[in-house]
């Protein structure tokens, strides 16, 4: 694919445009993507026309709703490169993955004196969800540091990890710094002293070919609605056996084979982790988004937004007023510092250029701290973005630093 296939693309992202039709410069990609048309139809087609339940109607409607339900699930697992559609359980997002894995697999696994590997560069809700674990069961965190490129130090992963350590939870990509994980050694590391891996795949999943059996990790989790898809649906990746062993996260509907009044029994994954009606018109939509995005060729895209990354450094770095944050290599994610001028502050003046940009910690306060900083500005690629965009805010900084004096 040429990168004029790819420019072309961004006729079909209704959200690219203000209400009178100008040019909208969104570079919030990592936040949340904006949706190609073919997305918004089939969650329409899916919520009007084809509407039914899954899984209970003996009617045809139900049951091509079911079949549609399903459908998405082999297609994620082709997508992610599974073994079989019952390694993918339906969650509400990434976050609720690893909450689920947390409560789930580390309620039944770990133990006081059991360790948990963190990195520093960990979004909130690959933090949280451990901390609430850990102090349920007496388990401890320790957290890798970074390289002084920002990468996940994985040398120091190397000398950290104890046979104590149960579970290493890194982010395949940050979503602040865009930095990529050597994930196979990751994955070597923590196989070598019998810990699981668990990969954040947030910000990866858009941008990077994946596969599960090459990746060797044993949970991944990703969000739909950072994949050009909705919101309200995400997905946990693991292997069967592994999700066999764990018991249920939540109660209730769908996820039961018998229940009495003194006993339930448990269905098999992935349906034992989908406990009532499912996300039924948001799968149909995640299943438009991956043939959407599937269609351009991973690997190119990849390179695309890690071009724009690396132009957007190089104009940044000319700039003596700029601090530039993360690896020279990354994924389509530049975080920023503009002396004397809050990233809020210069947000907003960007917003006047309609140029959306993210300023603040990012859901990583931890990182921050690390950085020295309270916030930082961040400009984010999607497969819609092009140099015009990288215009528009660097028209938008010169003007920020005329306002300032600088
Ligand atoms: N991890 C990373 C790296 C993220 O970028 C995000 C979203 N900002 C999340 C986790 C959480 O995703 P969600 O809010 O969709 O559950």
Same mark, same amino acid.
């Given at each position: 694919?040429?990168?004029?296939?790819?420019?072309?693309?961004?006729?079909?992202?209704?959200?690219?445009?203000?209400?009178?039709?100008?040019?909208?410069?969104?570079?919030?990609?990592?936040?949340?993507?904006?949706?190609?048309?073919?997305?918004?139809?089939?969650?329409?087609?899916?919520?009007?026309?084809?509407?039914?339940?899954?899984?209970?109607?003996?009617?045809?409607?139900?049951?091509?709703?079911?079949?549609?339900?399903?459908?998405?699930?082999?297609?994620?697992?082709?997508?992610?490169?599974?073994?079989?559609?019952?390694?993918?359980?339906f969650v509400r997002g990434?976050?609720?993955?690893?909450?689920?894995?947390?409560?789930?697999?580390?309620?039944?696994?770990?133990?006081?004196?059991?360790? *948990?590997?963190?990195s520093q560069l960990e979004?909130?809700?690959?933090?949280?969800?451990?901390?609430?674990?850990?102090?349920?069961?007496?388990?401890?965190?320790?957290?890798?540091?970074?390289?002084?490129?920002?990468?996940?130090?994985?040398?120091?992963?190397?000398?950290?990890?104890?046979?104590?350590? $149960?579970?290493?939870?890194?982010?395949?990509?940050?979503?602040?710094?865009?930095?990529?994980?050597?994930?196979?050694?990751?994955? $070597?590391?923590?196989?070598?002293?019998?810990? $699981?891996?668990?990969?954040?795949?947030?910000?990866?999943?858009?941008?990077?070919?994946?596969?599960?059996?090459?990746?060797?990790?044993?949970?991944?989790?990703?969000?739909?609605?950072?994949?050009?898809?909705?919101?309200?649906?995400?997905?946990?990746?693991?292997?069967?056996?592994?999700?066999?062993?764990?018991?249920?996260?939540?109660?209730?509907?769908?996820?039961?084979?018998?229940?009495?009044?003194?006993?339930?029994?448990?269905?098999?994954?992935?349906?034992?982790?989908?406990?009532?009606?499912?996300? *039924?018109t948001e799968a149909i939509?995640?299943?438009?988004?991956?043939?959407?995005?599937?269609?351009?060729?991973?690997?190119?895209?990849?390179?695309?937004?890690?071009?724009?990354?690396?132009?957007?450094?190089?104009?940044?770095?000319?700039?003596?007023?700029?601090?530039?944050?993360?690896?020279?290599?990354?994924?389509? *994610?530049?975080?920023?510092?503009?002396?004397?001028?809050?990233?809020?502050?210069?947000?907003? *003046?960007?917003?006047?250029?309609?140029?959306?940009?993210?300023?603040?910690?990012?859901?990583?306060?931890?990182?921050?701290?690390?950085?020295?900083?309270?916030?930082?500005?961040?400009?984010?690629?999607?497969?819609?973005?092009?140099?015009?965009?990288?215009?528009?805010?660097?028209?938008?900084?010169?003007?920020?630093?005329?306002?300032?004096?600088?």
């Amino acid at each position: 694919m040429t990168q004029a296939a790819i420019l072309s693309r961004k006729a079909d992202f209704p959200g690219l445009m203000t209400p009178g039709g100008d040019a909208w410069h969104y570079l919030d990609t990592a936040a949340t993507a904006q949706k190609p048309q073919a997305v918004i139809d089939a969650m329409s087609n899916a919520l009007g026309r084809d509407y039914a339940t899954v899984h209970r109607g003996v009617y045809s409607r139900s049951a091509d709703m079911t079949l549609a339900y399903e459908a998405a699930r082999r297609r994620v697992a082709d997508f992610i490169g599974a073994k079989s559609e019952n390694e993918i359980v339906f969650v509400r997002g990434a976050t609720e993955g690893i909450n689920l894995v947390a409560h789930s697999w580390g309620g039944l696994n770990l133990k006081a004196g059991d360790r *948990i590997m963190l990195s520093q560069l960990e979004h909130h809700s690959n933090i949280v969800p451990w901390q609430m674990i850990a102090k349920a069961t007496g388990a401890e965190i320790d957290v890798c540091p970074l390289t002084d490129d920002h990468l996940i130090d994985l040398d120091a992963l190397e000398t950290m990890l104890t046979p104590q350590h $149960k579970i290493v939870a890194l982010a395949h990509v940050s979503n602040v710094l865009g930095s990529i994980l050597g994930v196979k050694r990751a994955a $070597k590391l923590a196989h070598s002293v019998g810990a $699981k891996l668990l990969l954040d795949g947030c910000q990866a999943a858009p941008r990077m070919r994946l596969s599960m059996t090459e990746l060797d990790c044993d949970f991944y989790v990703l969000s739909a609605h950072k994949l050009y898809g909705p919101t309200g649906i995400g997905v946990l990746w693991a292997r069967e056996e592994l999700l066999a062993a764990m018991p249920p996260y939540q109660g209730g509907g769908a996820m039961i084979d018998t229940v009495t009044f003194e006993n339930s029994t448990y269905a098999p994954p992935p349906q034992r982790f989908e406990a009532g009606t499912p996300m *039924i018109t948001e799968a149909i939509a995640l299943h438009a988004a991956i043939d959407y995005t599937q269609a351009l060729d991973m690997e190119q895209l990849f390179a695309h937004e890690s071009a724009l990354a690396a132009k957007l450094r190089s104009e940044l770095r000319a700039m003596n007023s700029i601090r530039l944050f993360g690896p020279d290599k990354s994924a389509g *994610i530049v975080s920023f510092e503009m002396e004397g001028v809050h990233p809020h502050d210069l947000g907003t *003046i960007l917003d006047e250029e309609n140029v959306a940009i993210r300023a603040g910690h990012h859901c990583a306060q931890p990182l921050m701290a690390h950085l020295g900083v309270s916030a930082t500005a961040r400009a984010s690629f999607g497969l819609y973005s092009d140099e015009s965009d990288i215009d528009a805010l660097l028209r938008g900084i010169e003007r920020t630093t005329r306002i300032f004096g600088q």
